[in-house]
């Protein structure tokens, strides 16, 4: 038995967690740089509850609030910019992955000289500003997670940086944010995470430990999903309940942690051309190629499918793609000149040979002909 | 859904984890202090893998090699006081769980002034040397939590030093080390182990989280303990495989995870008694209790007990006891004078209030009766 376990984010869940710990953040720093986008986190209360936070504990702070959904490398050095103009010494990401990756990445840049070619290459000095996440939806797992994923223009496609420099020191988890996120956000996030979670399990670095994360976070997510499920009188984002909510948020959280042991795989591979490229939201992306990926990977491993399914409450993968296809609605379409160009970004990820079944450019045409060429 | 996470310690677990990880080491530090008991680490070759792995990486090393099972105040101090002498920048615990708790004590001891009064209030400044763990036992779990356990002549008993500070940088897991682990000591600190788990569900700080590796635990530590019982074949503690040897050093260090956020309870605070006054081994001292504790508690939270003896795949708490008595064999007898007493201190020890059902000192005294007044 081999494994490797590191995830030093203090993580904190509970209802209105970041007015009852702001005394937590005295112990991080003096002046604070928020990352965050322009308009959600001041909708649903998470931005009023930090700076409130910090007012009480005495912290100075400022904003930065440019971050745009799929961060460019352009938005992170002026946020890092911004950090070392004000003199911040640690940053806050409240946002959904967007935000807390940006944030992530101007925590480092704000502290080392580094060019656009050599931010990709993850060779850092060992100093960064501490970082603390509010997650304001339930899907990316990067508060725990030693990753930033930006779109990265020069490789057409999303880059991440990844270095133990830059996990959260701490993670407030407050599923009350999540409360007036739409039905398709929700939806979108949650399969992100289940992705992260599943993906982790075919990984060649998945071990004992991430496989019993990985599990409870599958299970989590999947019975929440089934709740949510078109049909069973759920029609809106605020008919969720905060139970569905908190379970959300718990199993993406895990996912976090499995995929900062296992990394992704073929899956976020080959979904980063349909974000580039199509603009379909990132766990979207990753849930259109799941079930033909599944099916790839059944036929060498079956066992570690049926565990999967097995999570699941599930027999088949027949099953398995159809649970997805009714959380997806009508699926987007591809040509096949643009299949045989996405497989040819896809083959060079670094990610593609993290998965215990690797497919070859012939692979992922099919999964990405069985997925989208409709 | 309430609860907190931080576990920062790096967990590397591989045969031959410490000479293929050197490198790690160079990022600690340059002059190691090596804290160990007289003997074990030489025998079973764990000191010599560290002290090569050092000469590997170019660090510079002494070796304090004076700590006694359940280590003393003053035997922390003269570690200590070793540390500073020598100039050491970071400190290096090889053994079960007395080593390890020394080594935590003179990491802090080294660099803050504090009297033997002070000791045990855990008010320290922010500053401490980084400790490295080496467990060559599957007990204590001391390699992943923020605990030291010393002997406090003061109270008679044994007091813990608890503070974020002396979290292990690193905790490098060879079950190697236990190859050679007699019968007695293996089923003694696997049932300590055992005891985190369970006393961790036990626990009012409990969490969805803890009890996820709580059960893991328990099922891998049980399994492990189902095949190591008397007349199944196994008569020394060199009949036992490598893969139980693996299964019991993983389930006692996710105990060790479960403990570093549920802390111990009850059954803690009273085998301490057993083991200042009678000399009885720390992990054997629980076992014996357990049966006992575990039948006062299903009769408030049967349902609780329910799932611990469903990780057990058990039905009873007489099934429980019978796993224990059995392991345990012959047991130690305790006069009512000793119990009355052992049970004035146990409920004056602060993991006493930790339990979900709380013990009165009556509570106490039927326990340690139906357990030892035999």
Redesign the interface.
Known sequence: ??????????????EDCILKNSFVLKDIGHKALIVTGAKSAKKNGSLQDVTEALRKAGIDFVIYDKVMSNPTVNCVYEGAKYAKENLVDFVIGIGGGSPMDAAKAIALLAVQDKNKEELFSCSFENKVLPLVMVPTTAGTGSEVTPYSILTNDMAQTKTSISTPLIFPKLALLDPNYMKNLSLTVTVNTAMDALSHSIEGMLSVRST?FSD??AT?SIKRITQSLDKIQIGKGITSGSNITMDIR??LL?GSMLAGIVITHTGTSAVHSMGYSLTYFKNIDHGRANALLLPSFLRFVSKNEPLLVKRILLAMEMETTDEFETFFLHLLGEREKLTMDEIERFAGIAIQAKNIVNSRVVPDKEDIIQVYTRSLHL
Not at 1 to 14: A, C, G, K, L, Q
């Open positions: 038995m081999n494994f490797n376990f590191h995830m030093p984010t203090r993580v904190i869940m509970d004992t019993m994360i409870e908190e379970k718990y």
